[in-house]
Every structure is written in structure tokens, then in C-alpha cells.
């Protein structure tokens, strides 16, 4: 008999190989077992993304927080889609939730520069990029945003440092692979 945790594992070494449709079916099934599960929903609602499905995707999330409202994670996935089909107030609730859940996320903390710098509230993005590089100082994508934040306020001294910077770094995807 298959448990939640082995359907689970399976659902996200599949969504990680890319194959989010095949994935779908096993964190049914691992949900099945343990509807209460908020991970379950969570991994669920990753594949959902991951094939386009945002709507589901957004209620996988909504079910893992109602679970446990302190999922950091589940928060920071929902403000990615929110941000993605331009919600941006809704994103940023949700990066802001997640935050107060667990400040010590560079990548949420990097996800919410990038929402104010689209916004051209260059400031907060400026403090969001800063805070995500103190908590990862070989964060590329922070650096880099921080960078382009600095050019638009028009600290070119702050804009060098960080481009020297970059110069000896190499980017990074999601997943902390090079690309």
C-alpha cells in the first residue's frame, strides 16, 4: 500500500522532472490518504502552476494556509501567481504574509523588490533587494535587481559596485542550478 508521504515523493520527483501533469494524479491520491496535509496542497498546487492551472493552483495554496496559516511557503507560491497574472496588490499581501511568517527568505524578500520596482516604488525595492542579499550575499538575481534599483534612483556609485560584483558571479536559476 502506497502512503501520502511515498505518493508525495514521487508527485515531486515528477514535477521536477518537468512532468506536473503526471505528478497531479499522485498528490490526489497522497490527499486521499491525508486531506489535512498542507505540504500535500502545497506540492499540489506547484504542479497546478507548473502546467498553467492557476486557479487551481491558488486553491491548493488557499487550502494549505487555511491548514496552517503560517505556511511561509504556500504564501510566497500564491503571490508568485498572483504576481504573474498581475495582481499585484494580492501579491504583495501574500509576499508580506509569508514574510511575517519567516523574514529570513531571500527569495521572497527578492520577489517582493521585484514587485516594487515594477511598481517604480524604487525605495522598498531597493530595502526588499538589500535585506535578500544580507540573508544570501551570492544571491545573482538580488545583486542584479539591486543593481538596475540603484541606476533608476541614481546612486551610479552603489550601481558599479554591484555590476563589479556581479562580474564575479554566475547566474543562478530557481532551483540554485547555473543556468
Not at 520577489?111 to 540573508?135: H, M, P, Q, W
Request: with cysteine; charged share 20%.
Amino acid at each position: 500500500m502506497k502512503t501520502a508521504a511515498s505518493l508525495n515523493n514521487s508527485g515531486v520527483a515528477l514535477t521536477e522532472a518537468n512532468q506536473p501533469f503526471e505528478a497531479i494524479p499522485l498528490f490526489h491520491q497522497a490527499l486521499a490518504i491525508e486531506p489535512e496535509n498542507p505540504l500535500l496542497w502545497l506540492n499540489l498546487g506547484l504542479a497546478q502552476q507548473k502546467t498553467g492551472d492557476y486557479s487551481d493552483a491558488i486553491e491548493s495554496f488557499q487550502r494549505s494556509v487555511m491548514i496552517n496559516d503560517s505556511f511561509a511557503e504556500a504564501w510566497h507560491s500564491m503571490g508568485l501567481i498572483y504576481y504573474e497574472i498581475n495582481s499585484f496588490e494580492l501579491s504583495e499581501k501574500c509576499y508580506i504574509t509569508a514574510l511575517s511568517h519567516s523574514n529570513n527568505n531571500p527569495k521572497t524578500w527578492n520577489n517582493l523588490g521585484v514587485l516594487y520596482f515594477n511598481e517604480t516604488r524604487f525605495d522598498d525595492a531597493r530595502y526588499c533587494f538589500e535585506k535578500s542579499i544580507s540573508l544570501f550575499p551570492q544571491y545573482y538575481d538580488a545583486i542584479f535587481n539591486l543593481r538596475d534599483t540603484c541606476r533608476e534612483l541614481g546612486d551610479y556609485c552603489a550601481a558599479a559596485e554591484f555590476e563589479r560584483i556581479l562580474s564575479g558571479l554566475e547566474p543562478f536559476n530557481s532551483q540554485g542550478k547555473h543556468n
